[in-house]
Antibody, heavy 121, light 108 residues
Framework: EVQLVESGGGLVQPGRSLRLSCAAS????????MHWVRQGPGKGLEWVSG????????GYADSVKGRFTISRDNAESSLYLQMNSLRAEDTALYYC??????????????WGQGTLVTVSS | EVVMTQSPATLSMSPGERATLSCRAS??????LAWYQQKPGQAPRLLIY???TRATGIPARFSGSWSGTEFTLTISSLQSEDFAVYYC??????????FGQGTRLEIK
């Protein structure tokens, strides 16, 4: 069974940093590209970032480009999102999600339950 | 950036009825479109990818179709568990993948 468990969320002040983690199990992690998708309180879904199986290709939404960095450790079956210079509008539930492919990013087919990030002073 | 526009915002229907949800792309995205279902307090679930291919384990009552930049999700006979919010997502415009704003399917 595919499992994705996010962690690292919490309350953080504007301008500070936070690192999210996603522990994957139940599938060959290094065979798939991965995503981060977020959902603000009471809002819709927003794609944040994606990374291919070997980290050869990464991409970011314009709203986070230059502030967020996605990475992965295939040996640890883990996905990360380093979030710097956080803003109030980054407040959201952050989902880790698995793609159906390894070398391109398409539509995620499995999602974790999310970790909540709140940016407030 | 490709803008995805879903309609209607809310759809009120009864169990057993046929539901049709729409999603329009602001420019061509080929068939690079997915549909997700999200219930309160749960993560999204992939229903359809490639505009018309059902994901693993998705019942046959869910189907997707498209013409040009107009995409449709049809639920042939609504079950009680189908009442939820539905999102479309385009994955053609790398890396600016975008979601629609969602359609809430509620019980009439």
């Amino acid at each position: 069974e595919v499992q994705l468990v996010e962690s690292g969320g919490g309350l953080v002040q504007p301008g500070r940093s936070l690192r999210l983690s996603c522990a994957a199990s139940g599938f060959a992690f290094d065979d798939y590209a991965m995503h981060w998708v977020r959902q603000g309180p009471g809002k819709g879904l927003e794609w944040v970032s994606g990374i291919t199986w070997n980290s050869g290709r990464t991409g970011y939404a314009d709203s986070v480009k230059g502030r967020f960095t996605i990475s992965r450790d295939n040996a640890e079956s883990s996905l990360y999102l380093q979030m710097n210079s956080l803003r109030a509008e980054d407040t959201a539930l952050y989902y880790c999600a698995k793609d159906r492919h390894y070398d391109i990013l398409t539509a995620p087919d499995y999602w974790g339950q999310g970790t909540l990030v709140t940016v407030s002073s | 950036e490709v803008v995805m526009t879903q309609s209607p915002a809310t759809l009120s229907m009864s169990p057993g009825e046929r539901a049709t949800l729409s999603c329009r792309a602001s420019q061509s995205i080929s068939s690079n479109l997915a549909w997700y279902q999200q219930k309160p307090g749960q993560a999204p679930r992939l229903l359809i990818y490639g505009a018309s291919t059902r994901a693993t384990g998705i019942p046959a009552r869910f189907s997707g179709s498209w013409s040009g930049t107009e995409f449709t999700l049809t639920i042939s006979s609504l079950q009680s568990e189908d009442f939820a919010v539905y999102y479309c997502q385009q994955y053609n415009d790398w890396p600016l993948y975008t979601f629609g704003q969602g359609t809430r399917l509620e019980i009439k």
